[in-house]
């Protein structure tokens, strides 16, 4: 034993009874008091030397018979505990509580110990018992209740609220640490104004709390130069730190204004911190899944590609709008059944042609977190178109290239090795012929040409005005002698505009407008050229009662390479390349070209071209 319990067992029983908070007198069975503490002598008002030796007149007259009982009953062992009035020295009556137990020495019961305790005092302390429990479980309800809400907003202003009602703080705040600043994100009982305002992390409170590795901190001092200072009468500051597993959120503050916090309340204010630092963590990771989901799902509606996720079975649980736009097929149409078309293995591409003609190439990716498989597919049709153009381009270049060929290649050796055996007639057909079919092969290798330059945009014109019924007429002049079946009629009014654009290459549209009408309309008939102003334009159309282009080739038909199948057009020959050279030449221009059906039957092709101003139309400088 230390040298501080040194001393004789009186010595310590001394020192007991006198440090004892609460009233202890100890009484004979005469009820005669052999124990006084310096507790009684404060609670009564009667010294031990007036007490000891004598009865204490501290019971009440009335409540005599109450305290013999209650003697009676502890004489034979029990212990009583009971609530009643004693009186002081100076005739107050007090309520209090009394645990009366028995005094035994050895095996006898020589007396009574009475321990005696304010019942204000008792009240007091169980009051603040129960306004802990109180507090504890509505701390309870509160973490239930910021917990159960994800929008970070909501979940700040929820944990101020009731930072006041758990803290008694007369206002209340939570500020964000962002880097190395602090933001006040939700404050109660406090200017609006103050909302989103900023401070420096290491010159705040919240620093001072890291620093000192601490959860709660209590501050006094040089609060004047604080933004909370906008509370009227603020003399204390309690801050509890919103962390979680180390990582600090931020920090809740309790501002008090007109009482000073306690040790429940700092306690308190210590726990929902922790728990606002959950809460917090919790929203700022659901706002986060949120944010990605939606970046996910805006790259997943606006994707060209089509998209699809299928689950483990191979069933379609996403579809995106171009998926539906892609196969004609809308999401609730294809949800939960497999895709309309077959897969191709993970890392390999599959080229599939859908019921409707459309060519996809599909690629698939498995992911193994999941069991999901990520399809991907997109629209190869004019790749495909193309491919199948280009293949029928070679095909047919080759045979317009290998007929003038083996006509010029057969009357030149026929020259070569008859010439003196043919007549003078003879040669000179051989040779027409020849010329015929090299201008032929000229002419096809300008269309080529200028295919070749329209596809890479380097067809140049020259941009004038010129007299566009010149050239109608120009380019029309001897057509009737050319056949026997076709009639050519050809309307223009008198004072059509002049047009602006490249008369050359207008002399190339009109000259393959009106070659494709006799071409196209091969049992004779009607072709009518007719032009007039339309608008800030002129007009010019060619018809012909040929053979027609069906509706959905009208666009087609400008394209490289394409030789529509529909009707019998591809009967008559050619590589696909006078129709998009018309068009490329029409919208160097400013113009355009389109193909329309002829009312009654056949083709109308329309040309129109920017009108010029009239002359001496220009507004003066001056």
């Known amino acids: ?44 008002g009667w010294s031990a030397e ?22 009676e009953r502890v004489r034979t062992g029990d212990q009583v505990t009971l609530r009643t009035k004693r009186l002081r020295r100076d005739g107050r009556v007090l309520d209090v509580t009394v645990d009366i137990g028995p005094l035994v020495m050895g095996s006898s019961v020589v007396g009574y110990v009475c321990v005696h305790h304010r019942a204000a005092a008792e009240e007091a302390a169980s009051e603040r018992m129960a306004r802990r429990v109180r507090l504890v479980r509505r701390l309870t309800d509160v973490v239930g209740d910021i917990n159960a809400e994800l929008e970070l907003p909501a979940v700040l202003d929820r944990i101020a609220g009731s930072l006041t009602e758990l803290t008694g703080a007369d206002a209340g705040g939570f500020v964000l640490i ?56 603020l003399h204390t500051i309690a801050l509890g730190l919103a962390a979680v597993g180390g990582r600090p959120y931020g920090a809740l503050y309790a501002l008090y204004a007109r009482r000073k916090p306690g040790h429940l309340e700092l ?21 986060e899944a949120v944010r990605q989901r939606a970046h996910e799902q805006a790259v997943f509606d606006a994707s060209a590609d089509g998209i699809a996720v299928l ?13 539906a736009e892609l196969t004609g097929l809308a999401s609730d149409a294809v949800k939960g059944g497999p895709p309309p078309f077959p897969l191709p293995r993970p890392g390999e591409k599959l080229t599939f042609q859908l019921g409707t003609g459309r060519w996809l190439d599909v690629v698939s990716a498995r992911v193994d977190a999941t069991g999901e498989t990520v399809v991907d597919f997109r629209d190869v049709t004019r790749a495909k178109e193309l491919e199948e153009a280009k293949d029928l381009f070679l095909a047919t270049t ?50 080529l040409l200028l295919g070749s330059r329209a596809g890479a945009d380097e067809l140049k014109v020259r941009v004038e005005t010129f007299d566009l019924a010149e050239r109608i007429n120009a380019a029309t002049l001897g057509l009737p002698e050319l056949s026997d079946t076709h009639r050519v009629e050809v309307d223009i009014p008198d004072g059509l505009p002049y047009v602006k654009g490249d008369a050359l290459a207008t002399d190339i549209v009109l000259g393959q407008l009106l070659e494709n009408a006799f071409k196209y309309s091969p049992k004779g008939g009607l072709i009518r050229v007719e032009a007039w102003p339309e608008d800030d334009r002129v007009v010019v159309v ?13 666009e087609r038909i400008f394209e490289r390479f394409v030789q529509v199948e529909s009707g019998d057009r591809r009967r008559f020959g050619g590589v696909g390349l006078g129709l998009y050279i018309v068009r490329s030449l029409a919208r160097a221009q400013g113009g355009d070209v389109s193909a329309h059906p002829r009312p009654g039957g056949g083709t109308r092709m329309r040309m129109v071209l920017a009108a010029a101003p009239p002359i001496g139309s220009d507004t003066p400088v001056w």
């Open 178 to 233: 962002e880097g190395e600043r602090l933001r006040l994100v939700s404050a109660h009982r406090l200017p609006e104004t103050l909302k989103g305002a900023t401070a420096g992390l290491r010159t705040s409170l919240v620093d001072k709390l890291l620093r000192t590795g601490k959860t709660v901190l209590l501050e006094s001092q040089g609060l004047d130069e604080l933004v909370w200072a906008e509370l009227s009468g």
């Open 50 to 71: 007036e007490m000891l030796g004598r009865r204490a007149p501290i019971v009440p007259g009335e409540l005599t018979a109450e305290h013999n009982a209650v003697l």
């Open 311 to 323: 689950d483990g079975a191979g069933r379609v649980i996403r579809w995106n709008p171009a998926a």
């Open 398 to 447: 080759s045979h317009e290239l290998r007929t003038p060929i083996t006509i010029v290649r057969g009357f030149a050796s026929t020259l070569d090795a008859r010439w003196d055996k043919l007549s003078d007639p003879e040669r000179r057909s051989a040779v027409h012929t020849i010329a015929e079919r090299a201008r032929s092969l000229g002419q096809l290798m300008d269309h």
């Open 542 to 554: 060619v018809d012909d009662e040929g053979v027609g282009i069906a509706a959905p080739d009208r």
């Open 1 to 44: 034993m230390g040298d501080e319990w040194a001393g004789s067992d009186d010595e310590i029983a001394r020192a007991v009874l006198a440090g004892s908070p609460n009233a202890l007198i100890a009484l004979d069975r005469d009820q005669t008091v052999l124990v006084w503490t310096p507790a009684a002598e404060r609670l009564f």
């Open 267 to 287: 306690e308190l204010l210590e726990l929902l911190a922790g728990h606002a630092g959950i809460a917090v963590g919790n929203a700022m990771a659901y706002q």
